[in-house]
């Protein structure tokens, strides 16, 4: 049993993880050009934001099973197959990277306004008033952010095993649902739980830190 459900949450681990730091920079890059080109932004440009708005939305819509298969092409393109936990980190990465966009960018519209004004009376640039204005402000909310896209992704690559992605959904409908081996079943179950308890707690305690 041991032997099964380590490796596996190792693999776990790994896909989560990696997806969702790509994830998190994609998703971040996106935020930026959003809170930019948006009515009222540093940069306005409207057919921009629509653009990126409608693709994120539609990239969002997507169910993460139909997304996965959907990317199959894709993703034996750039690692030369299409099932696999590395395989399992492109669509994780392409489903979890517009969720963290929006999330990012509600942050970022949050910061009071006013301190964005003061900082241009100061003469910051656009770059400026974003890293070292906005970012600062909304950075436990972006890590509040982080702490969800990470939970999610965590869930989506249990799903991920469903379809040959490995990890603890690969165990799960193997030994679980096509063995009958309920323990496995109940065990995997058990690991996930106390991975996002985890991950949730660690989230908690980092946005305690920097909300002071």
Known sequence: MVDILVPALGETIYMSFVSTFLAVVIGFLLAIILILTSKGGLRQNLKIYSVLDVIINTLRSFPFII???VLFPLTKFLIGKSIGTTAAIIPLTLGAAPFIARLIESALKEVDFGVIEAAKSFGAS?????????LVEALPSIISAITLTLITVIGFSAMAGAVGGGGLGDVAIKYGYYRFQTDTMIYTVIILIVLVQLVQSAGDYLYKITKK
């Not at 656009?126 to 906005?134: A, E, G, L, N, S």
């Open 126 to 134: 656009d770059w400026q008033i974003i890293f070292r204005v906005m």
């Open 67 to 69: 997304l996965m298969i």
